[in-house]
Structure formats: structure tokens, C-alpha cells
């Protein structure tokens, strides 16, 4: 679907495909805590609607009613641009990535890298929340998270390299394409691929802040992070702005290394796009709920002496396989 | 199961380690690493162009385990000085029991260590019949060595569950062992809410045995369900002794030096990971333990994945240790002395001082009870001190903290295991 003028079609794609992600979004939230309540031998939630679906929507009922306090001595105006910042940001990296053919917000011909930049800008809002926040645990938080982000970016772009190497184009479409038939990334050149989407997975989890590289939060040590002085719907924006982030980065896998909606034969569409991204989002899950988190010193030392080698011998070795064949 | 009768138990002796002797106790080398950190360092004497940070961690916090109350000097995230402030659940238990009779004494006790209470009733009651010098029939002790045992078990897998909780939060992979060490430790009250009625505070032990007698059927259902638990110990080996990031956050961190922590008056599964071979169960054997062999695990690196290692064969030598004694639990009665729940029913003739102790979870868990020589004061305790081992394992923070991570600080203060109620009682 198409339209002739850009600003309308922008108009009317970022509507369906934000709103579209933000449900599932807060719908993630409740098939997290039932997928994890199987996990542990619960049965999550189940009081709110026939088995708990309405749940995501008491929850955000629950946090618009809740005081809204920012507390005295915090940088107010940067305590109250923070929340905001994160959601926008982490929505607007939508705006590049194709859903399917044709179903693309924006479709830049650096689109790769306008994702990526967006995702480096999301250090910024949380190093605010946790600056303005005027918090130890807060402070240290922010700290932490400004590490690891600054750290984790550059194997991210390295790995996220190897699709553009390959596809010899900056253009998410194009990557997409150039998978089509079943060649995905992930799985050809064999190997190297492989790990190219690995890395760009993990790297992309510790950009997001999840577990295992969740330091920044890391409720068992910093009470909450970052988001210690937040209540209701500030609080409720950073969530959401980390499961939105969660969400997208699987579309971005799913697009540069599983093919984005190239399906068996000639039944490519929307719906591959989706499956393969929620299979992405679900296995995050499955790891957030069994992995513990490292030490913010062994993450960092992980990431300069393990991921970035293994970075760069990958876009070496792109650059060698293209240029061999 | 099977596994369960031939697990091995590290003893320290073949895995090539230096041993030297200290004070007559045979230490590794390796972990003696003086000089330890000066507790009462003035932080001016630190580098004075460092940015110091102060950190009040607690009372409120999610990983103090209740409301430890720690003051971290940080350089950056790193730790400078550490001082512990107890003190925050103090309900004056020692003053308590100056008041109340040898027989109300019980249940006032069994809110210090809130994790396994049941060890807190046995080591003040033995306290006052040696007191009193009352005997205590052969099938009480065996139900009060079952009881322990079993308390035990239920005890190391809270610990278990909230020793992830400090690592993975509770939103995450730690939350996950949490609700599956409580989904077993649920099966442990289930048997003891059979036992004696209650949960959680039991008031079953009293002065010359038990209150309650072993239910018809109990020992079959005890033996099932702590055969299922010892299947289940293998699971969490799998998921936590062979998980990557588990031995990434333990291996290494917080190793405890054998001498400092003996000269704290440390015990139990800390000083056994540090390579001191000290169990009370087999040293000075109470209540049935003279009648059956124990196994003490020790291991020699001193850390928080050699504690987690202590605590796991424990809670396996537990399980066998309290199904053997299930096998021939002894006919007769329960207690030499009448149930009787009249205040003044157990009267110590003389004001003599005495000790007895027993291995808490924790390490030794003793009592000092001097008997009131006034004669209308005969039934109550002139004074009852509680030497409760968490309280000296806290003693242990001021030397561990310094120089470590805010992460590894929490990590090393969760392998220690302390209890607040009991620390503060």
C-alpha cells in the first residue's frame, strides 16, 4: 500500500504501524507475565477479563491514577523530558523498518543507519532520568547505562555491517530483498552469519537494557535504576519505551538477517514479518526469565574483548565473501 | 535417587590444596590474605582528590534480606569503606525471656531466625535442660533430629531462592529460582503443618522433649516428599551451578579468609567453604546425631560459589540424614517432663550458667542461660543469651566489601545468609 504523496502516506502508515505496535506492545506485557508465570509454576495473571486479558489495560489504568511526584530537589524540566524522550525515540526507529512489501513508514535509502542512530540517542534519556533524578542509585544507574550503551554500539553496528556489506545497500527494503528465495543472512554465508545475528542480537539486548545485560536497572542492587524516583505514567512511559525498544529491535533482526517477510515458496508477506519478529520477541523472554545479569566490569570487559574482534573479523570476512563471489 | 546415597562429598582432600594449621585447625593457605582491610579506616586517609560517594543501603532495600542498614563510602562504584548498622528489628528477645517462665519462653524464640525455627526452639530448650538437667527420651530426640533436618533443607532453599534474587532481581532468571526453591519449600511446611499444626511457628519443642507426636502416615509422606526434593537438588544444579553468568557473579567473589572469619566467631556452611572442617552435628553431638554418620562438605576456595556448593551437599546430606533416622524412629514417649502449659512448670533449682549449642543453617546457634536463684523467681531465667551465628557473619562485611563492586557487594552480603531477626533479635 502506497501513496503518491510521502506526507500522507507517512501519516497514514506511522499510524497503523505504530498503534499496531504499541498494542502488542502492551499486549507483550501480559503475555510476558503468563509466559514467565508458566515458567515458574504459576499461573500469571488471571483475575482482570477471561485469563487476565484485560490486565495490561488495569495496569495502565492503575499508573495514570497514581501521584505524580517529582521530587524537590530533581532537575525538573529534565526529570519530566526523560519519559517522553525514551517512547519517541523508541518509536520513531519505526519509522524505517518494513513490514512487509510496500508497508514502510519511511523508506529511506540510509535506513539502516537512521535506526541505528536512534538507537544510540536512547542513552540520552535515561543518563537525563537518572542525572535529573538528583539519586544515588538513580546516578548510578545512569552512569552504568551510559557505558554500556556508548560500549555496545559499536559491535552493534559492526555485526549490523555485514547485511549492508552483503546487500551492498543502506536501505532496509533493499537487505530484505536481497533475501528473498530463502537466502537470509542469518544462515548464509554459513557461520559467519550465524554469528553476525547473534551478535547483533546481544548487542541490541544490552542497547535495550535487558537481562542479562540489565545492569542499568538492576532492582536487586540499584533498588530501580534509573526509574527510582519515577511514579505512574513516567514510570509507566519508561516501560513501555523498554518493551517498545525490546520490540523493535526483533523487527530489525527479522528484517536484516531472517528475511523479514520472505516465506516457503512464493507465500511471502506480512505474516512471516510477524511471526519471526514475535519468535524474536519471545525468545528475549525465554532468556530474561532464566538468565541472571552480569557485572557491569565483566559486561564491558565481554563487549571491548570479545564482541568487538569478533565484530570486525565478520565485516573483514563480508567484505572477503562479496568480494569473492 | 540413587545418586542421593553416592553423592560425593568434597572434603578438601585430593584436589592438590596447601594446608597449613592455625590455632589447631587445619586451614588452606591459599585464603590466608593478611593484611585484611581496617574496618575503622578514616576515609580521609583515602586518596583525597577521589570523588567519594556515601551510599545508605537499607533499611529499605531490596537485597539487605530485611532491614540491614549498610553505609557504602563508593569511589565511582567501587567500594572504599563499608560500615553495617544493625539494630533496625531489635525486639529486645533477650530482655523478654528475663521475664517470661522457661515454658513461655519457647514461642517468643521461635521468631529470631524466622527461616528455620524450629532451630531455635531446640537450641534454647536444650539449654534449660541442662539446666534443669532433664533427660530427654530417645524418640524425642529423633523427632527433634528429623524436625532439625528438615528445617535445614527448607532453610537453605530460601536461601537459595533470595541468593538469586540478589543476582538476577526478582523480575528475571532469579525470580525464577525463587518460586521454584519456594514451590519445594512449600512441601516442607505442608509436612510440618502435619507435624505440629502450624506453618511457620511451631512452639512444638519444650523443656524434656515434644509437644507434638508423629502423626500416623507422617514418615511415609516425610520420606516421599524429601526423596522428591533430592531429585529435584539435581535440577538446580542444572540450572544454576552449570549457568554461565551464576559462576561469572560467585566464582571469585567475596572470599572469606579462615583465620579473620574464625577469629569473628564465624561457623557454619561460611567457615566450611573456607576449608575449616567444624560441624557441632558431628563435633558435639545433640539430640540423635551421636546414633547416625554425617558427612561435613567442606570446600577450600572461600567464595560465594564454594558457599553455594557447601550449602547444596548440605541440604543433600540433610535429606539423607533425615530419611535414615525416618527408617527407625524409636517406640516410646515423647517427653519425660508432663505437656503441661502452666508457667511455672520447669523450675531451675540453681543459678549456674550454662552453654549449649547446636549447627544452625547458619553455624552454631547457642544459648547461655543462668537459672535464677531467687526461689520465687525459680521459673523464669536470671539472664538467656542468644549467640546467634548471623549476627557474627554480619561482623564479616567490613573486610569483604572494600575494593569490590556495588554488584559483588551485594552477591558476597547474600552468600553470608543473614537473617535480620536473628541478628538483631
New interface residues.
Partial sequence: MTFENPWIHGLVMGLIIGNVSLAITGYSIWFERKF?GR????PGPTVVGPWGLLQPVADVLKLMQKEDITPRSADKALFNLAPPLTVFVALSTLAVVPVAPGWIIADLHIGILFALALGSLMVFPVWMAGWASNN??AL?GG??SAAQSISYEIPLLLSATVPIILADSFRITDIVEAQLGGNWFAFWPPGPGFAAFGLFFLCSLAESNR??F??P???????AGVSTEYTGMKFGLFYLAEYLHTFIISMVAAALFLGGWDGPGDHDGFIWMALKTLTLFVFIFWI???????????LMAMCWKFFLPLGLALVMFSALWVHAS | MNDLESAPINTGEDDGVEWTTVGGVRVPVDLITPPWPDPYMDIEDYDPDADLMVLNMGPQHPSTHGVLRVKLVLDGEICVKCVPYLGYLHRGVEKLCEKLSYVQITPIVDKNDYVSPMMNELAINMAFEKLIQAEVPRRSRYIRTICAEIQRVGSHLLWLGTFGLDMGGAIGGGGSIFMHTFRERELLLDLFEDLTGCRFHYNTHMVGGNRHDIPAGWADKATKVLAELGERCFEYEQFVRDNEIFRARTVGVGIVDPVLAMELGISGPILRASGVDVDLRRDQPYAAYDEIEINVPTETTGDCFARYLVRVAEMRESIRIATELLKGVPEGPIGSLKPVKLPGAVKAKHGLGVYSAIESPRGELGTFVVGNTERRQAAIPYRCKIRSPSMHALQLLPYLCPGNNLSDIIVALGSLDPIMGEVDR
Fill in positions: 514467565a515458567m515458574q509454576n504459576r544515588k542509585y548510578l552512569m552504568r537481562i542479562p540489565d545492569i536497572e538492576a532492582e536487586s542492587e540499584l533498588v530474561r526469565w532464566s538468565y541472571m545479569r552480569y557485572r557491569s566490569d565483566q
